[in-house]
T-cell receptor, first 114, second 113 residues
């Protein structure tokens, strides 16, 4: 079946640095990818919808300048957490939608900001 | 390790009929359970969640789910569906320690008039 990968799976960084997370659809083309954030013991929160070749659509309350999303190709979307702070520590998950509108989820990236 | 199985990839049903979407999971640790819905061209929305307490959980849009620990199931039900319920539904488990979230493969609910 279709596979979505995320890299890195774990990242620890110092406060003030920027972190880039990659989401790749390995064997299908994804015109749409979604980025989610999960807080401890809570459900997922949709951050933004990423469409290939266009600007991402952010959900209300999500800072566009803080969470930069780039969907440069049909198989790759990146989320960059700029000037990360401890409150940005979280579990970030992407999902990719194939042409048949089937969703596939990545394994997630755990970010810890010291 | 944990896994989630949604036994039906597609469920066609007529409007106003009842529906059950099945979800079974396996985990070596205690988990929280979630059902999400995704409408076309949109992100996931939380339908309901089980954290503790009563095993029958009521969610939005008339959906409910029952946690059955012995059968490791968390089936989603609605007594009467509408056309607007047509969507993809995902079951997910989160380890209580909060370090592993796993989704099922999704079930496409198709409500026919």
């Amino acid at each position: 079946g279709a596979v979505v990968s995320q890299h890195p799976s774990w990242v620890i960084c110092k406060s003030g640095t920027s972190v880039k997370i990659e989401c790749r659809s390995l064997d299908f083309q994804a015109t749409t990818m979604f980025w989610y954030r999960q807080f401890p013991k809570q459900s997922l929160m949709l951050m933004a919808t990423s469409n290939e070749g266009s600007k991402a659509t952010y959900e209300q309350g999500v800072e566009k300048d803080k969470f930069l999303i780039n969907h440069a190709s049909l198989t790759l979307s990146t989320l960059t957490v700029t000037s990360a702070h401890p409150e940005d520590s979280s579990f970030y998950i992407c999902s990719a939608e194939d042409l048949g509108e089937t969703q596939y989820f990545g394994p997630g990236t755990r970010l810890l900001v010291l | 390790a944990q896994s989630v199985t949604q036994l039906d990839s597609q469920v066609p049903v007529f409007e106003e009929a009842p529906v059950e979407l099945r979800c079974n999971y396996s985990s070596s640790v205690s988990v929280y359970l979630f059902w999400y819905v995704q409408y076309p061209n949109q992100g996931l929305q939380l339908l309901l969640k089980y954290l503790s307490g009563s095993t029958l959980v009521k969610g939005i849009n008339g959906f409910e789910a029952e946690f059955n620990k012995s059968q490791t199931s968390f089936h989603l039900r609605k007594p009467s569906v509408h056309i607007s319920d047509t969507a993809e539904y995902f079951c997910a488990v989160l380890s209580v320690a909060g370090n592993m979230l796993t989704f099922g493969g999704g079930t496409r609910l198709m409500v026919k008039p």
